[in-house]
């Protein structure tokens, strides 16, 4: 009985790289959402998406990052050119039905990037 | 906008205390109001949420919160900690839907 999964659970990169987090929600899941936790701050919303849709996407940085939720497979939340500013613990929620109910989100363990 | 604040950045209770964590929002409206908990290196737990009805909510673990509107005010309260309690603990505020907005968290340190 998987919960959110996310992988990879650190991962390292040069500044300039590109970043690939996974995530993939609970079963019977189809809706994610990825919040980014910079140190000593709470988590702050990033994007809502449901199977191959963008539903909210007002928390992302307007440059550099995309996300997606492919029929297949995992939700991806992509960092291009990646600066020292990035460096942060991005976490995958996931629930049921979204935004149409009161059901609360379920966390994965989170992705700690670090950029050198 | 949303916004929460936790005034307390660290606490330190003595095994077996009672303890109280503290949470303002600012919200126009009647807000959601969950309290999560978080382990070193692991996701988030939800410990209990407020949407409406009676404003003492109970949640896992033995916490319990209290909404006062008059406040702003959704503090978490256990009557007697356990050393597994020790974690960082986020308020959050929503306005419907899963678009949390989070405190800054308080870090529980337990001393036996």
């Known amino acids: 009985n998987a919960g959110v999964m996310q992988n990879p659970r650190h991962l390292v990169r040069r500044r300039g790289q590109e970043a690939r987090l996974r995530c993939s929600p609970m079963?019977?899941?189809?809706?994610v959402y990825w919040y980014r936790q910079l140190p000593e701050e709470g988590l702050k919303f990033m994007v809502y998406?449901?199977?191959?849709?963008?539903?909210?996407e007002s928390g992302m940085p307007k440059e550099r990052f995309s996300a997606e939720f492919p029929k297949e497979g995992p939700s991806i939340l992509r960092i291009q050119q990646v600066v020292r500013g990035d460096s942060a613990a991005y976490f995958c929620?996931?629930?049921?039905?979204?935004?149409?109910?009161?059901?609360?989100?379920?966390f994965g363990n989170g992705t700690r990037l670090t950029v050198t | 906008a949303q916004s929460v604040t936790q005034p307390d950045i660290h606490i330190t209770v003595s095994e077996g205390a009672s303890l109280e964590l503290r949470c303002n929002y600012s919200y126009g409206a009647t807000p959601y109001l969950f309290w999560y908990v978080q382990s070193p290196g692991q996701g988030l737990q939800l410990l209990l949420k407020y949407f409406s009805g009676d404003t003492l909510v109970q949640g896992i673990k033995g916490f319990e919160a209290e909404f006062k509107r008059s406040q702003s005010s959704f503090n978490l309260r256990k009557p007697s900690v356990h050393w597994s309690d020790a974690a960082e603990y986020f308020c959050a505020v929503g306005a419907g839907g899963n678009k949390l907005v989070f405190g800054a968290g308080t870090i529980l340190r337990v001393k036996s």
């Open positions: 079963k019977g899941h189809s809706h």
């Open positions: 929620a996931s629930s049921p039905m979204g935004d149409r109910d009161n059901s609360p989100l379920h």
């Open positions: 998406l449901q199977k191959e849709n963008i539903i909210d």
